[in-house]
């Protein structure tokens, strides 16, 4: 069993992470690619809100706030206390005060994921509920997860993956739990081989099909629909759609679903949704191919779009 610990880095803008299976469906297949190389690992874990925080290219200050920090207009960066009830209301700003409090003066830019406040061991962000072996006695609970190097402007910042551990201290909990993944995947090797083999079957839809096309899967998934042979020669057929691309989509799926079979999770945090046991929300892979989330979609994708705000 291996951990993957370094790479060469992908750069990456700050973008939504990909399902690997929704990647192939322009015919773009560089996933195959990923699916079997070498690179980090990282837990995904189910906090809201996204935090950034660190020193502000622009002025040299420190700096808190969400992801509206990177803003093309309507930009959100909190300096002070002012500043965050000006930007922002409710829990959103309760946090943003305890964060503004709390975490160190830093030269980096990171984002992580707002776990809860201290003084508890369950703390429920978004959709998992996390219990701690022991009371968290730190005031706020962040779980990193990325870095930004940002020129002169923040909208201009460009991502990496946060390959390295944040010290706690007396105020912050930094929770990065640790995950490996076998570099031996003979199975998922011989699976890519034979998607590609399908991928010459397929006539690949246009960039506007391709849109609608994830828009009707994720409506399935939010649905709890069965995405079977008949659900998939359906969809094919409204769309006028190649059905070999449905079935390669399937495929990919199901080659994720494969790849949980070789990560190995290593901490003592238990996982629960709607009351009973699971594991973590999922986990990101990345290497020169691409990065991409590992996420059984039909049960926390499910849970999350359906989840009363």
């Known amino acids: 069993m291996t951990s993957f610990l370094c790479y060469d880095t992908i750069i990456m803008k700050n973008i939504h992470i990909d399902h690997p299976e929704d990647s192939i469906l322009n015919g773009n297949l560089s996933v195959l690619d990923w699916f079997v190389n070498d690179g980090t690992i990282s837990t995904k874990i189910d906090g809201s809100p996204a935090i950034v925080w660190g020193t502000n290219p622009k002025n040299n200050k420190f700096f808190v706030g969400t ?4 803003n093309k207009k309507l930009i959100k960066i909190n300096h002070d206390h002012r500043q965050i009830d000006e930007n922002h209301q409710g829990k959103v700003a309760d946090i943003l005060h305890k964060c503004l409090d709390n975490l160190h003066p830093t030269t980096r830019i990171y984002q992580g994921d707002f776990i809860g406040f201290g003084g508890d ?3 429920c962000p978004n959709t998992i509920t996390y219990d701690f072996p022991e009371e968290v006695n730190q005031e706020i609970i962040i779980a990193p997860h990325t870095y930004y190097i940002a020129d002169k402007d923040l909208r201009d910042a460009v991502a990496y993956p946060l390959e390295y ?3 706690s201290d007396e105020n912050v909990l930094y929770w990065q739990p640790k995950v490996t993944i076998s570099s031996e995947r003979d199975s998922i090797i011989e699976r890519c081989k034979f998607a590609r083999q399908i991928a010459t079957l397929c006539d690949f839809p246009n960039d506007k099909q391709v849109k609608k096309i994830t828009k009707q899967l994720n409506t399935c ?3 709890r629909i069965d995405i079977d042979d008949i659900t998939l020669e359906a969809l094919a057929y409204d769309n006028n ?7 390669l989509w399937k495929l990919v799926q199901s080659i994720k679903h494969d790849m949980f079979n070789y990560i190995e999770r290593f901490d003592d945090v238990e996982c629960y949704l709607e009351d009973e046991v699971c594991d973590h929300e999922g986990y990101v892979i990345v290497n020169e191919f691409g990065i991409f989330k590992i996420i059984d979609r039909e049960y926390f994708s499910c849970a999350n ?3 009363v705000r």
Do not use: A, C, H, Q
Not at 67 to 70: A, L, Q
Not at 241 to 247: A, K, L, Q, S, T
């Open 241 to 247: 759609v190649d059905i070999n691309v449905y079935r």
């Open 165 to 167: 551990e944040l010290e």
């Open 67 to 70: 992801k509206s920090v990177f």
């Open 221 to 223: 998934i939010r649905g």
């Open 305 to 307: 779009f359906n989840r």
């Open 121 to 123: 061991f369950t703390f």
